[in-house]
């Protein structure tokens, strides 16, 4: 039904849900409360706990032996999902997963990699990391990990994550195959610590007009903003797009800082309030780098979370413009408990309300997580990332800003500028492309074979200047298409040949300089960033 629709090359964000775990007795188990008295008399002797007794008794008497810890994992998971859709178990095993990215560094073997055919690639190493001071180079394919084959073994990119990550100090042994070589390089590397970014790019796109792209809301997101605005504010920075489609969320706290760079002082930023907890209010400070200047903001339904907290303040504060789409509507604030046994727990304990006091949670059922992911399928199916006019929002749930702007609570923030998802028969062919991940294969691919030519570029302006697709490049491309089962369809190449040719520049440019050559190159046909750049040029003439 949406193959004619055109697909953005960003998935949408996967939610972890988790479904209710419950103990059921049979009528065919009557007798044993009679049988086992002395249990009844011990239960009865002191405070009734159902789950734990529930559990001992199943330790103690059922058929074949059991894992206890994972009866009492799957019993909180279940207590935790008839609360809300946010609420969540996190087992030790999962906790550096979950927890690693908003911490703004973990400790490993600094490299950015791929799973390629089932083989872990080397798409670049961090600079001055580990890899790099023992000369792992992008292109490298690792192949065994100390004595483990992990090529070739259809083994989880978790997996290869917790074989690579590990205490800084410690030290890992790797094989590496490189083009040229017969054998495997063997390579000892010393763990160290590893810094990750939550700004995948800014840059000056055109005079005047800085673009940052956040993509979490993590512990270093503050001082990375920081140094972005002053960098751009020095090279003569007059608007700001602050990119936050796909960006899902992150820590309260830095959504509050992060918002306070744009209001000024005293400004309303968010309140929270829960039954349990007292209402707290977060106040802009007169600390913000860029309060003055023009400054468009860029949601989609990815956008969740801390993402909805920037932009309702920024909306609400009739601050600058909201261009996109709907966001995700996920209003819930949780708090992390940890637990002795390394897991941990987070734990719904406020809502929160943007300045005109909206929540944009959207409506829920306790312990319906399938039906409230299935939401932003909804969406679609109604025709809501086409028209604006598919989004109805409750009168009762009308708020309006200082200027007079309607803004709506009840689900998401809706955007000032709505930017749909083109429905055209002719991008049937580019969206069949897109949804099996060809352009995505035959650019590295392309990357892989001809990276000795490609060296020749020392840096991404020189790159941009002048790598070309040419056109055996491009049918190149078509025919490797045709032998994936993508059969050619002459007008749908030529609608989109130049939005194809611009998205495999820009892959090819990813894999030789990461996002920051990515983004300056697929952001000449994003529509809405177009779109965003009309808008800042226009408020800088006012």
């Known amino acids: 039904m949406y193959n004619n629709r055109k697909s953005t090359i960003y998935l949408p964000i996967a939610f972890a849900l988790v479904l209710i775990a419950g103990f059921f007795l049979g009528a065919s188990l009557v007798k044993v409360s009679m049988v086992k008295k002395g249990i009844l008399s011990s239960i009865q002797s002191r405070r009734y706990d159902p789950v734990n007794d529930v559990i001992s008794y199943i330790e103690r ?12 994992q ?3 998971k ?32 600094g490299v950015q990699f791929r799973m390629e055919n089932d083989t872990v690639y080397i798409i670049n190493t961090v600079p001055g990391g580990p890899s790099e001071k023992v000369g792992i180079l992008a292109g490298d394919r690792i192949i065994e990990v ?15 994550m917790k074989l690579l990550k590990g205490p800084r100090g410690t030290k890992v042994n790797i094989g590496v195959y490189r083009r040229g070589y017969d054998e495997l390089i063997r390579f000892d590397i010393v763990r160290d610590v590893i810094p990750t970014y939550s700004i995948d790019i800014s840059f000056m796109p055109e005079p005047g007009i800085g673009y940052i792209k956040l993509s979490k809301f993590s512990a270093t997101t503050t001082d990375e903003l920081t140094k972005a605005l002053t960098e751009l504010k020095d090279s003569g920075m007059k608007s700001l797009i602050l990119d936050l489609r796909g960006n899902s969320g992150g820590y309260l706290q830095t959504a509050i800082t992060v918002s306070d760079q744009f209001l000024s002082d005293g400004k309303l930023i968010v309140y929270t309030s829960g039954v349990n907890r007292p209402n707290q209010y977060a106040n802009a400070t007169a600390k913000g780098l860029f309060e003055d200047g023009n400054l468009v903001v860029l949601i989609d339904e990815g956008s969740a979370s801390s993402s909805e907290i920037v932009a309702g303040a920024i909306q609400d504060n009739d601050r600058g413009l909201i261009i996109g789409r709907r966001s995700f509507g996920k209003g819930l604030v949780q708090e992390q408990l940890s637990l002795p046994d390394g897991s941990a727990i987070r734990l719904t304990v406020a809502r929160y309300y943007t300045p005109t006091g909206r929540s944009i949670q959207k409506p829920y059922k306790a312990g319906h997580s399938d039906e409230y992911l299935a939401e932003l ?45 083109e429905k055209n028969e002719n991008y049937r062919y580019f969206n069949e492309l897109l949804g099996r991940g060809l352009v995505y294969q035959f650019c590295f691919d392309y990357t892989d074979r001809n990276r000795p030519a490609l060296k020749k570029y020392s840096s991404f302006k020189e790159f941009d ?20 089962g993508v059969a050619p369809n002459s007008q749908g190449i030529a609608f989109a040949r130049h939005e194809l040719e611009n998205l495999m520049k820009a892959l090819i440019a990813r894999n030789l300089f990461d996002e920051k050559g990515f983004y300056p190159i697929y952001l000449r046909t994003d529509k809405t960033f177009l779109r965003a750049v009309e808008e800042a040029k226009a408020g800088s003439r006012k």
């Open 61 to 72: 008497e059922y058929v074949d032996s059991v894992d206890v810890n994972n009866l009492r």
């Open 74 to 76: 799957s019993a909180i």
């Open 78 to 109: 279940g207590i935790l999902s008839d609360l809300d859709p946010h609420s969540q178990y996190i087992s030790a095993d999962e906790f550096n997963e979950v927890n690693d990215p908003l911490l703004g560094n973990f400790d490993g073997i």
């Open 146 to 160: 100390g004595d483990k084959t992990i090529a070739g073994v259809n083994m989880p990119t978790t997996e290869v």
């Open 377 to 421: 399928h909804e969406r679609m199916l109604s025709g809501e990332f086409e028209s604006a006019d598919s989004i109805h929002f409750n009168d009762s749930l009308r708020y309006t800003t200082p200027a007079g702007r309607v803004v709506y609570g009840g689900g998401g923030i809706m955007p000032d500028i709505f930017i749909p998802l």
């Open 465 to 484: 200047n002048n790598f070309r697709i040419t056109p055996e490049t491009f049918n190149n491309f078509i025919r490797f298409a045709e032998l994936k």
